[in-house]
């Protein structure tokens, strides 16, 4: 079946750091992407639609310069967490369909970051 | 607005139990249905799925969900609980294209009594 792999698990590291988390379709290609979020107890939220090839689609309310996304190809996609701070610290999951319409979204096993 | 209503933030069940757990959506276009779950710490994995066809969806670990479009639910079920079925249970609802994100119930936390 589809596996979606993310890397790193967790990552604890101190305010201010940059924190890069990857997003890998690891036998099949995903034009799309996408970045959620999830607060303890809390549903997941979409933060952003990563596309292939150009500029993610950010939801309102995030920011975009902070969440700095880089789909290179399709089977990569990276969140990259500038200048983090206590408030970043949550769990983030990205997915990924194979496309077509009748494919689900497969979900990586998710990056939890403590910013201390 | 699109939305996914899961009632029941938490509930528990004896092993061996039946379990029903609830949802409801809101959406605009033809639903594409999903259920998933999440262990503690882990990502999400996909217990079944609906677009068309048979209201009645068989998924994994024995898991089952009714689609009522007259209700706009779709709630998950199984016969017989097992204490590994203890986890987080996400509801959700998207399109029936690639390319689009699903919206998320806010989940419904079971426990599994012995």
């Not at chain 1, 983090?84 to 494919?103: L, M």
């Not at chain 2, 690639?98 to 998320?104: M, P, R």
């Amino acid at each position: 079946g589809a596996v979606v792999s993310q890397h790193p698990s967790r990552v604890i590291c101190k305010s201010g750091t940059s924190v890069k988390i990857e997003c890998r379709s690891l036998d099949f290609q995903a034009t799309t992407m996408f970045w959620y979020r999830q607060f303890p107890k809390q549903s997941l939220m979409l933060m952003a639609t990563s596309n292939e090839g150009s500029k993610a689609t950010y939801e309102q309310g995030v920011e975009k310069d902070k969440f700095l996304i880089n789909h290179a190809s399709l089977t990569l996609s990276t969140l990259t967490v500038t200048s983090a701070h206590p408030e970043d610290s949550s769990f983030y999951i990205c997915s990924a369909s194979q496309g077509g319409g009748n494919q689900p979204q497969h979900f990586g096993d998710g990056t939890r970051l403590s910013i201390l | 607005a699109q939305s996914v209503t899961q009632p029941d933030i938490h509930i528990t069940v004896s092993e061996g139990a039946s379990l029903e757990l609830r949802c409801n959506y809101s959406y605009g276009a033809t639903p594409y249905l999903f259920w998933y779950v999440q262990s503690p710490g882990q990502g999400l994995q996909l217990l079944l799925k609906y677009f068309s066809g048979d209201t009645l969806v068989q998924g994994i670990k024995g898991f089952e969900a009714e689609f009522k479009r007259s209700q706009s639910s779709f709630n998950l079920r199984k016969p017989s609980v097992h204490w590994s079925d203890a986890a987080e249970y996400f509801c959700a609802v998207g399109e029936y294209q690639a390319g689009t994100a699903l919206i998320f119930g806010k989940g419904t936390t079971l426990s599994v009594s012995s």
